[in-house]
Structure formats: C-alpha cells, structure tokens
C-alpha cells in the first residue's frame, strides 16, 4: 500500500495508525505473499467478542445470559461484520493473491469479515482498548439501535435443538460431507440428520459453522418451522 492508499482507509476508519505497517498486515489476506492478517484476525475476534459482550450487558440489564450471548452471535457474526467492511470500502484496499483476485475475492463475505477483525487487532495493538472500544461502538450502532429486546433472535440451530427438545426428539447430528476447494477459498458441505423425523439435509457456506447453521435451516424448513429472522 503507498502513503495515498494508507490515508484514504484511515479516513474511512476514523482512525490514524502510529504504526502503519499493522494496517497493511491487517489488509494482507493469506493467500498473498508474505505476512497475512491471520494472527491480527485471532486477536480483533476476541477483542471484538468481549467488547460487544460489554455493550449488550450494559444497554439490555434484563437480558438473560442466554438471550445475551444470541445476540452477540449476531452481532460478530460474518454477514454482520462483511457489512460494515462494506459500508468502510475496505474490499478496495485488500491485498489478495492471484486466485483470490481472479475469484473477486474482494467481495467475499468471509474474507471481508475477516479484514475486520484483522483491522480491530490492528487498532488494539496501535492504540490500546479504549481506542478500540470508541470505533467498535460507531461501527455497530446502527446494528445495536435496531435490536429489539422483546425479539431476541435465535439461531437456527438454537432454535432446531430448542423444537426437538420440546417434543423429546434426540438432538440433530452434524457432519462433513464434503470440502471444496482451495485452502483459502472452501466451500464446507454439512449434513444434518434427524432419524426419529427422517430428516437428512445438505447445507453448505465457506465455514463448518456457517454450514451447519445453512443445514439446519433447512432442517426447520422441512419440519414447517423455517426461521425467518
């Protein structure tokens, strides 16, 4: 990145590294040559946990636990974070290798969350917590503001686990059916079996865990339960 590249993302963060090779670490994916964002990633993901964590305990005092921590799964969740890399352009600023640029990886939800949290790292190491705290709750405040507390969202496995246990129906299991794809590009297929229903669905996204939460959608789809949230 040159000096022009390195003040525009700035702008567009509301921030001014101190140490601006931690920005363009932040912005090298792994599938480019030399030190990628992974190890930025890994810390920005559990800054960014405990910081929402802060904010909904704080804004919703007759929250239960549970209801809590939903929320914050949707919060930090990849759509949610791939968002508001949008909303800062961060796609443009990217560094990606020769696969990921033919493959428009620029615009991959997973990617795009993955810069995010890579950029939250970068921040916390620049300039501390507090600083982190600031621009975290800027970037999500459109996101809290239109959280209803009466309305808490379930996932949709939460919600499938919660169905069957009501009706005495063992809990689904989840399996790998199938990978696709390069180490950085995966497509995970997930199957999700009920046996007492004789449900067996096939979901798919570029992580188990957002496969496993495709497969269970489908799983209420096909019990007449789909979650709509």
């Known amino acids: 990145m040159n000096a022009i590249q390195i003040e525009q993302i700035e702008k567009k963060l509301g921030y001014s ?3 601006k090779e931690l920005i363009e670490v932040a912005l090298t994916h792994r599938s480019a040559k030399g030190d990628n964002n992974e190890r930025l990633e890994f810390l920005g993901d559990g800054i960014l946990n405990f910081l929402i964590a802060e904010l909904l305990f704080k804004k919703f005092s007759n929250l239960s636990e549970g209801d809590l921590s939903r929320l914050r799964s949707q919060l930090v969740k990849a759509s949610t974070l791939s968002d508001i890399a949008i909303n800062l352009n961060i796609g443009e600023f990217l560094k990606l290798g020769e696969g990921e640029l033919k493959s428009a990886g620029w615009r991959r939800p997973s990617i795009l969350a993955d810069s995010v949290e890579a950029i939250i790292g970068a921040i916390y190491l620049d300039d501390g917590l507090d600083k982190v705290r600031l621009l975290i709750e800027n970037w999500f405040i459109d996101h809290i503001k239109s959280i ?10 939460s919600l499938l686990q919660e169905l069957l246990q009501a009706e005495k129906i063992d809990i689904p299991e989840y399996s790998i059916f199938e990978i696709d794809g390069e180490s950085h590009a995966q497509t995970f297929k997930v199957q999700c079996k009920i046996k007492k229903l004789d449900i067996c669905v096939l979901g798919q996204g570029s992580s188990r865990k957002i496969a496993e939460q495709s497969a269970a959608n489908l799983a209420l789809k ?4 789909a979650n709509g949230s």
């Open 148 to 157: 209803d507390p009466k309305k808490v969202y379930k996932d949709s496995k």
């Open 17 to 19: 590294f101190k140490d």
């Open 222 to 225: 096909a019990m007449g339960k």
